[in-house]
Nanobody, 126 residues
Framework: QVQLVESGGGLVQAGGSLRLSCAAS????????MGWFRQAPGKERQFVAG????????YYTDSVKGRFTISRDNTKNTVYLQMNSLKPEDTAVYYCAADPSRSYLVLSDEGQYDYWGQGTQVTVSS
């Protein structure tokens, strides 16, 4: 069982930056693939970024490539999402998710993630 707690959301102007954190409970965090998803009002939840258990592989949805960076610190049981050059269309609730796998492939299918955080709101004003 893994519990995930996101933090770092808030209100920022377009062009600004935020860093989201997702702290995981448990001693096996390094065995989990991690992902960030987001859900805007009236829209389905979508994949944003993912990272493998070792941090060796990452993958991003096209709309955030070059602006967002996912990383993890297995000594702190935490995964991060650094978001730069934010746009109003990035406004959403951001969720982190965990999949218990040491695969070297990033997982982008939300249906295959076993654990989810409660989400943190990111609002980008124009």
């Amino acid at each position: 069982q893994v519990q995930l707690v996101e933090s770092g959301g808030g209100l920022v102007q377009a062009g600004g930056s935020l860093r989201l954190s997702c702290a995981a409970s448990g001693r096996t965090f390094s065995n989990y693939r991690m992902g960030w998803f987001r859900q805007a009002p009236g829209k389905e939840r979508q994949f944003v970024a993912g990272i493998t258990w070792s941090g060796g592989n990452t993958y991003y949805t096209d709309s955030v490539k070059g602006r967002f960076t996912i990383s993890r610190d297995n000594t702190k049981n935490t995964v991060y999402l650094q978001m730069n050059s934010l746009k109003p269309e990035d406004t959403a609730v951001y969720y982190c998710a965990a999949d218990p796998s040491r695969s070297y492939l990033v997982l982008s299918d939300e249906g295959q993630y076993d654990y989810w955080g409660q989400g943190t709101q990111v609002t980008v004003s124009s």
